[in-house]
């Protein structure tokens, strides 16, 4: 879990973002991303739909295709895992 | 809460006579953890007037595929049986409470 939360920690940082300042959130996105990376094979977002179709699914892999427009619009990824 | 899967989906949304709640979740997201407490509180408020549900998504993905859940969590509400209205992500106890209220 700790190397999954410092390697999106570094991501954040060449974004301009930061993890959640809330610790217990962070941590339950990254469960839920190990979770399914155990369960699927891959870091699917724990709060998307999986379609079972591979390609669209790498969509959804963390961090998705939607983030930044979230970030941008709302201050915060949609499962609340990178904030501004 | 009840606890729906898609076996049971059939007989405890359509043909309840009373309006339906549905909280779609997943175990390990975050949003979701967060809104079911809330969810299970307004169970208790509106018994004998909404029944209320729980269904994770991964372990029952027709029932979602049905009402084209992308993102969790989703709270869906049933009136006679059909889709009145949606929400999706995190709310506060008193906007649902509104949103019940403004669909029943």
Avoid: Q
């Avoid at chain 2, 390990?28 to 408020?45: A, D, F, Q, T």
């Amino acid at each position: 879990m700790e190397k999954l939360i410092k390697i999106s920690e570094e991501y954040a940082e060449s974004k301009g973002y930061k993890l959640n300042p809330n610790r217990a959130i962070v941590e339950g996105v990254i469960k839920g991303l190990l979770v399914r990376k155990e369960n699927f094979g891959e870091i699917y977002c724990p709060c998307r739909k999986m379609s079972g179709n591979k390609e669209e699914d790498k969509k959804i892999i963390c961090p998705c295709i939607y983030h930044e427009d979230e970030i941008a619009k709302d201050g915060h990824c949609f499962c609340n895992l990178f904030v501004k | 809460m009840n606890i729906l899967t898609d076996e049971t989906f059939e007989g405890s949304v359509k043909n309840s006579t009373i309006p339906v709640l549905v909280d779609i979740y997943t175990e390990w997201c975050p949003p979701c953890k967060m809104l079911g407490p809330i969810v299970e509180k307004l169970s208790e408020e509106y018994a004998g007037k909404v029944e209320f549900f729980k269904m994770d998504l991964d372990k029952n993905p027709k029932t979602g595929n049905l009402f084209e859940v992308d993102r969790i969590p989703t709270v869906v509400l049933f009136v006679n049986g059909e889709v009145k209205d949606k929400f999706i992500g995190l709310k506060s106890e008193e906007e649902i409470r509104n949103w019940i209220n403004s669909n029943i």
